[in-house]
């Protein structure tokens, strides 16, 4: 009996100690992932690579050069005017443009209009999630006349992701990314035009820029901007 007691004492010691490990392993293995989900939320310029944000950075370049072609196409081809340019799809709303002509010839993302579909921004340029936004409210210091222009916009683009963007398009200062204290306000664009001041208005390294990446101190993140149609 003596025996059998002792030996019963000595396998509830071993289940308790395999519990015991168990348990240290569960608590180990749920650290290291909020660590992992950690540095994912708060060090994403530290994740992304050189080679990712030039990558990166490429593929912003060729969906501005695509919307752009888009965009004269529908004004060359299809005789559209600026006013009746519209960005409206089936992702992001705000976008009706009730000047734009019925038959959607006018309409970027339409198979009748400028042929595309609508595509995020790649995740991996942003610091939060966020979409493009087209507008007509401000005035793109440098180039075109003294009125509205058309741009599209990506705000909290990562600063690997804009210093590359800028080196790509030949803004003087790569190391730097061009601050801005203007306070913008990124309108949809439905059709209308204003002269508001632009993410470039009082920086000098972007002037004579149709395209670049700025920080906005008044906002604190950064926003690229591309003009797609310069008035």
Same mark, same amino acid.
């Given at each position: 009996m003596k025996n059998q007691e002792y030996l019963s004492q000595i396998s509830r010691e071993?289940?308790?100690?395999? /519990?015991? %490990?168990? /348990?240290l392993i569960? %608590?180990?293995?749920?650290a290291a992932l909020s660590f992992s989900v950690l540095r994912s939320n708060q060090g994403g310029d530290k994740l992304l690579t050189a080679g990712e944000a030039k990558?990166?950075?490429?593929? %912003?370049?060729?969906?501005?050069?695509?919307i752009e072609n888009a965009v004269k196409s529908l004004q060359f081809t299809n005789g559209c005017s600026g006013d009746d340019v519209?960005?409206?799809?089936n992702l992001v709303a705000g976008y009706t443009n009730a000047g734009a002509p019925a038959d959607n010839s006018c309409h970027v993302f339409e198979q009748n209009g400028g042929g595309l579909n609508y595509s995020a921004p790649p995740e991996k340029s942003l610091n939060v999630s966020e979409d493009w936004i087209f507008s007509g409210a401000h005035l793109i210091e440098g180039i075109g006349s003294a009125v509205g222009d058309l741009t599209m916009y990506l705000r909290e683009v990562k600063d690997p992701v804009c210093l590359e963007l800028n080196r790509m398009l030949g803004i003087t200062t790569p190391t730097t990314i061009p601050a801005d204290a203007t306070? /913008?306000?990124l309108t949809k664009f439905t059709g209308t035009f204003a002269?508001?001041?632009?993410?470039n208005d009082d920086e000098v390294r972007t002037q004579n820029k149709k395209t670049a990446c700025v920080n906005l101190t008044a906002s604190g993140h950064n926003v690229f901007?591309?003009?797609l149609i310069m008035r």
């Open positions: 071993r289940e308790q100690g395999n /519990v015991l %490990i168990i /348990v569960t %608590i180990a293995l749920m990558i990166t950075a490429s593929n %912003i370049l060729k969906a501005t050069k695509s519209s960005f409206e799809n306070a /913008v306000t002269n508001d001041a632009a993410p901007y591309h003009t």
